[in-house]
């Protein structure tokens, strides 16, 4: 018996799809879904007892690896005192001094319990700042789920094939404004027509959501240019690569500062957090202090927080970045190598901790280059991989994600099944 497969079929019967997050059902991908039941360090076990190497890690949150002792005992010990009150704790302002200190743009900040309440809140703050209706997003970036987003999106959006959902109105979507990513000229013409009426524009500042895209040629300092010149809120989406890509997030690696951030995934440690932030004069915008309404029952959870601030905590050691990288470098390196061997048409990359796969000849650097990218392929090696117990996204369009756990153990664990994939191919 099977029982990741029984527990898929039978949840096929309560839950729409199966799932509750839609890239979850491996629909782009084939096969059937693998139920987890426990996870340690950088390993998974499933619901059969086969042990994976998990190069997912929740999508981003598990920088420290599955159960971190430290983490799980931070969480413990605060649940001891209630797991909500609905008011304030100490804990809260302990995270959002942490988030001013790290984050170079964020002078006050905002805690919810996912990146899309963050992202959605912050172009609402956005807007009643500049009084503008207008925003603009870029093509094959994800924002979460918001109506308003929802338009030419990535991640599951773009594994499904319908990068925009049915169900956003007309009248919603009209506002939203899409470029195509890396291209500096689009941007430029943009502003120039429309810049005084644009409230703000978000942007992951590395893409994440299809597959891994880095930004080119100074795009991003030049959308920070016509931001300033034209009065438009920058919000950088660093739901993904905030705590991920440096500790400063991928504005610290650039050097390029927006007037918003928003953030999730690794600040909650694998438990419901997100954040949005930024200059203080907007933040002042919001309700109880201004006429900006936003608000959450749950907010600023006190569990939730306790184990995003032990992961952030942990994540300032010494050197623990340049380890990150330098593990997952080690990682992307080898895998071109063991598919030049082979001869595939393979390459891959990473910032930080996070990497992209691509089965092309040279690194995608826009949406047209990633939907050229050979998915027959990367599905037979998506299942290939799997069938050895090393677990990579089930998508193309998925960046993958290495935890601190990881070591040159499981990276040598992984190119050996690589080897015989490639030579499957
Ligand atoms: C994951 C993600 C989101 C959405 O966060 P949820 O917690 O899934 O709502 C938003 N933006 C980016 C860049 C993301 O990667």
């Not at 890396?182 to 810049?195: P, S, T």
């Amino acid at each position: 018996m099977n029982k990741n497969h029984d527990l898929f079929e039978r949840s096929l019967e309560f839950i729409p799809g199966g799932v509750n997050s839609p890239v979850r059902a491996f629909n782009s991908v084939g096969g059937k879904p693998i139920f987890f039941k426990k996870g340690k360090g950088s390993r998974l076990w499933d619901e059969n007892g086969k042990e994976y190497i998990d190069y997912i890690n929740s999508w981003g949150p598990m920088i420290l690896g599955h159960a971190h002792p430290d983490v799980i005992r931070a969480v413990q010990e605060v649940s001891e005192n209630s797991l909500s009150f609905g008011a304030p704790t100490a804990g809260e302002l302990q995270m959002a001094e942490l988030l001013v200190k790290l984050v170079p743009s964020i002078e006050q900040v905002r805690l919810v319990s996912s990146g899309t309440e963050a992202t959605m809140s912050a172009i609402r703050v956005a807007r009643g700042f500049t009084g503008r209706d207008k925003i603009v997003k870029f093509e094959g970036c994800y924002h979460g789920h918001a109506d308003a987003l929802l338009v030419k999106a990535g991640s599951g959006a773009l594994t499904f094939g319908k990068p925009s959902s049915a169900g956003v109105p007309e009248d919603v979507a009209k506002h939203t404004m899409t470029l195509p990513y890396n291209d500096n000229e689009a941007l430029e013409e943009m502003f120039r027509k429309v810049g005084d009426r644009i409230a703000c524009v978000i942007i992951e500042p590395v893409v994440g959501n299809m597959n891994l895209i880095v930004p080119q040629d100074d795009f991003l300092k030049l959308l920070r240019k016509l931001c300033t010149e034209f009065g438009a809120v920058l919000i950088f989406d660093e739901v993904m690569t905030g705590f991920r890509v440096a500790l400063g997030g991928a504005q610290e690696l650039f050097s390029v500062i927006p007037d918003m951030t928003t953030l999730g995934k690794v600040i909650g440690g694998g438990l419901p957090v997100g954040a949005f932030g930024g200059k203080k004069e907007i933040m002042q915008q919001l309700a109880p202090m201004g006429p900006v309404y936003q608000a959450g029952t749950l907010s600023g959870n006190p569990v939730a927080v306790a184990a995003g601030l032990k992961t952030l905590q942990l994540i300032q050691a010494p050197q623990f970045f340049e380890k990150l990288s330098s593990i997952t470098s080690s990682l992307v390196e080898r895998l071109t190598d063991a598919a030049q061997h082979e001869g595939i048409n393979f390459c891959a990359r990473n910032v930080g901790g996070m990497f992209g796969l691509y089965f092309s000849d040279t690194p995608p650097n826009t949406f047209d280059e990633i939907m050229a990218s050979d998915r027959e392929n990367f599905k037979k090696f998506f299942h290939l991989m799997l069938a050895q117990g090393v677990y990579f996204g089930p998508s193309a369009f998925e960046a993958g994600f290495v935890s601190a756990s990881h070591d040159s153990k499981d990276i040598d664990e992984t190119i050996l099944a690589a080897n015989y994939a490639f030579k499957e191919l």
